[in-house]
């Protein structure tokens, strides 16, 4: 089926050409000459993606952006802006663009921007139908959100569940690192075998290596019996290594050996036992750079992150935040509760430095000391009323204007910074290659900061 594609731009030779070129490459284009008309005509044909100039008379490009959103929030909307409007642009993706393209633009700029968008739609649509598909499996459906951001987490889930490959998931505290971890292994051809977890951080340091690869009796001290690790209890399902990123040095070779030999040692053991396990770790460090300091064995860390997968913190998905709140409130046994309009705004504009987790809790406890089935913006605490923290502006233009260089450097900085000076964090938050931030680092003599 053909993509529709609504065009509003107030110039009409711009918009002329704009839709001969799309009309070109196939695609059905509806056209409007203002705002106010491309939200009506948007109504009635409830195109696949928007193209909207930004600056017109009447209701400008944003204001178009943040009704289209509020219609249909799956509806991909590309911004087209002056070229010396780069913080507009900016507030446009914070709001909700998918994209943008800067005048003047050629035509193969156009048609790779609007190829982008609909190979987007076609697999979100995909991942929609795959999860409806798993929504009887376990753990999958506890993932909530409908944000781009998470349709890329739930397609990576797709991808790599029914392989061996080894899985490191990266992300904040309180992501729902291991939400991800048990929706791979439900998925998975393993499904029917155990999964365990360990916390890596959590174990004492003397019982850390009998707790993963267990003990005979007399091996030591206290050892009145023989105790099976968690990999041996993990034998034909899934591991699930958390925060991995703390393992002690010691150990580090020794599930070096696991991973490879596919065999543990037991602590006593005269000779090593074979295990069948999937190995799937989460860590919220940065483990590239303990590897760089020499506290993380870098073969150890591609033997685990054969394939990484990247869960955004939840200020970098707020689309989810309503639909995060009506799943606790459902589990809570709780689904008359309403959040009236500005409290649910209040909640969405806090930045959530405990993420997930911070926000089920909030939920527990407004679900509890409410006064009645609404919650408004009184019933929040003060952080929430007062707006939480300021949140930090990737630009800011002087009015005397400044160098590109000078741009581009600020905007790399503050996206090391946006990711806990992580390469590859950064990198995937700026839409490059890791070698290319590298190279922009050398460039502008970005060092990393004393740690």
Not at 91 to 119: H, N
Not at 252 to 259: D, E, M, T, W
Request: hydrophobic letters at 40%.
């Amino acid at each position: 089926m053909k993509a529709k594609i609504l065009l509003i731009d107030d110039d009409t030779s711009l918009r002329r050409v704009i839709e001969y070129n799309l009309q070109e490459e196939g695609y059905e284009v509806f056209e409007a000459s203002s705002g106010e008309d491309g939200l009506k005509l948007f109504r009635e044909v409830r195109a696949d993606i928007v193209i909207t100039d930004m600056k017109m008379s009447g209701i400008d490009g944003l204001s178009v952006l943040r009704a289209i959103k509020e219609l249909s929030s799956e509806t991909l909307v590309i911004i087209i802006t002056a070229f010396g409007q780069v913080d507009v642009a900016v507030e446009a993706m914070k709001a909700g663009a998918f994209d943008y393209i800067l005048k003047p633009f050629s035509r193969d700029a156009l048609r790779l921007t609007v190829t982008k968008a609909v190979t987007f739609c076609g697999l979100a649509e995909e991942n929609r139908r795959l999860r409806s598909e798993l929504a009887d499996k376990a753990d999958f459906h506890t993932i909530i959100g409908s944000s781009k951001e998470m349709e890329k987490v739930f397609g990576m889930i797709r991808k790599v569940a029914d392989t061996e490959a080894a899985v490191l998931i990266t992300g904040e505290s309180g992501t729902g690192k291991e939400l991800v971890a048990r929706a791979i292994h439900a998925n998975s051809s393993r499904r029917d075998g155990p999964f365990v977890t360990i916390n890596c951080a959590a174990i004492p340091r003397d019982l850390l290596e009998s707790e993963l690869f267990g003990h005979t009796r007399g091996a030591f001290t206290g050892a009145i019996k023989e105790k099976a690790g968690k990999f041996q209890l993990a034998d034909g399902g899934t591991i699930f290594l958390d925060e991995v990123g703390e393992l002690l040095p010691e150990l580090q070779p020794k599930l070096l050996r696991v991973l490879q030999e596919k065999e543990v040692d037991p602590i006593g053991a005269s000779k090593a036992q074979k295990v069948d396990v999937r190995v799937v770790s989460a860590t919220n460090r940065d483990i590239e750079t303990a590897v760089s300091d020499g506290r993380f064995r870098e073969d150890l860390f591609y033997r685990l992150a054969v394939i990484e997968i990247n869960l955004p913190p939840l200020r970098q998905r707020r689309a989810d935040i309503p639909l995060l709140i009506r799943y606790f409130c459902s589990k809570y046994g709780k689904d008359g509760i309403s959040f009236e309009k500005e409290a649910l705004d209040m909640l969405s504009g806090y930045p959530w430095p405990g993420n997930v987790r911070e926000l089920q809790n909030t939920v527990e406890r407004l679900i509890i000391m409410r006064n009645g089935d609404s919650i408004g913006s009184g019933d929040l605490p003060d952080k929430f009323r007062q707006g939480g923290t300021p949140k930090k502006t990737i630009v800011n233009l002087p009015d005397e204007g400044c160098s590109l260089e000078e741009l581009e450097r600020e905007i790399v900085v503050e996206a090391l910074e946006r990711n806990g000076w992580n390469q590859t964090a950064a990198a995937r938050f700026l839409r490059i290659p890791r070698h290319v931030l590298i190279y922009r680092l050398e460039k502008y003599g970005i060092g990393l900061p004393d740690r």
